[in-house]
């Protein structure tokens, strides 16, 4: 499709919605690894990615685009900047919801530089418009830039820079199937094994000059949800609390009192994840009952509850996708300290939708 621009001139307009940035500039995050070597876990994405940039590099070529998919928190963007740092590259980083006309994406791509590389997040929320301009943009390096309206309309098409479009999403399941075919690498990214997200906390700590004994980043670790992002901000609560309590060294007794002020069981669970298991199962008997009508008795944003909250509880067995709804498991009703009484029966569940 042509995508009309009459109001939008590469050489003046500068692009909008869009934080550049060198790669090998320091990062807002300073917790955010810079290279491969660093970024722990997801051990086969990265030793494909390895292969996949040393060969391009060798190439001098730009690698090829690359879909992103994973629970928010992951390392996503982590691993867009690793790789613009890996490949040498400039880093364009966007986000979909930002980018609101066509003219928006032309600025960006009009402007990206041979062998960079292009960062969206949230590409599954990008508008139809747009992800029709990025089909040719990806497969073709060029844009169709309409001038003028009606009868005296012309096309003209504007030759791209060959880039790396990265594109992140929490959900694979609303990247439509034309836009998802032209990423030639896909890596999914796992939650992190306890193992992993101690080392996370250890050079977390390390890099924010905070103490933290052994069996503390392990108990730390474990109550992260499998997820880098909320290890580092747990070790920063944590460590507000030694430093007022502790002369600031992190030891289990802090984890564990942190963490209950916190709202955090054991296992990692907070307050709004018991809600959700709570409400479906005294209000819903155990499920099926549907993600917009949870979303209403919980007071949580569908996309939250579906990209945050469900996919840690069912990873964890506490809760099921089933085609007529969201339904908990026996794991839930234990966790809850709640008689298991068989969760509801076929009729119930018919009842429900
Ligand atoms: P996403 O884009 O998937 O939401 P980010 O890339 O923003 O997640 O990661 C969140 C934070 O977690 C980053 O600031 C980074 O410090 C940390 N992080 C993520 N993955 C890793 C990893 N594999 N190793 C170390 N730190 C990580």
């Not at 928006?104 to 997040?121: M, P």
Request: aromatic residues 8%; negative net charge.
């Amino acid at each position: 499709m042509k995508q009309e621009f009459n109001d939008f001139n590469p050489e003046e307009d500068s692009p909008v919605a869009v934080t550049f940035q060198r790669a090998d500039e320091k990062t807002e995050n300073v917790l955010r690894p810079q290279y491969l070597e660093d970024f722990q876990g997801q051990a086969q994405l990265k030793e494909n990615l390895s292969v996949f940039i040393k060969a391009a590099r060798e190439r001098g070529e730009a690698l090829d685009h690359t879909f992103l998919i994973g629970p928010p928190g992951l390392g996503k963007t982590t691993l867009a900047s690793i790789i613009a740092n890996e490949m040498h590259s400039e880093l364009r980083m966007t986000s979909a919801p930002a980018l609101d006309k066509p003219k928006d994406l032309a600025g960006i791509l009009t402007n990206v530089t041979e062998n960079s590389i292009f960062f969206i997040d949230e590409i599954h929320r990008l508008k139809p418009a747009l992800e029709e301009m990025l089909y040719i943009a990806m497969e073709d390096f060029e844009i169709d830039w309409v001038i003028g309206q009606g009868p005296s309309a012309r096309t003209m098409r504007i030759p791209l820079p060959r880039f790396t479009l990265i594109g992140a999403t929490t959900k694979a399941g609303s990247v439509s199937t034309p836009l998802s075919e032209r990423f030639g690498i896909t890596g999914h990214l796992e939650y992190y094994n306890d193992e992993e997200l101690k080392k996370i906390v250890l050079r977390s700590a390390d890099i924010l000059s905070c103490r933290i004994d052994d069996e503390a980043a392990s108990l730390l670790a474990h109550c992260s949800r499998g997820t880098p992002r909320i290890a580092n901000r747990l070790l920063k609560r944590l460590r507000d609390f030694a430093d007022v309590m502790k002369g600031g060294c992190i030891d289990t007794d802090i984890v564990r009192y942190g963490l209950d002020k916190l709202g955090i069981d054991s296992n990692g669970l907070e307050k709004q994840d018991r809600a959700i298991l709570r409400t479906i199962i005294q209000f819903y008997q155990g499920g099926p009952v549907g993600a917009d009508t949870l979303s209403i008795s919980v007071g949580e944003a569908v996309e939250t509850l579906e990209d945050f909250y469900e996919p840690y509880l069912i990873q964890q067995g506490y809760l099921k996708r089933t085609p007529r709804g969201r339904m908990v498991t026996r794991k839930a009703y234990d966790l809850l300290n709640i008689e298991y009484n068989g969760g509801s029966t076929d009729a119930d569940q018919g009842l429900l939708f």
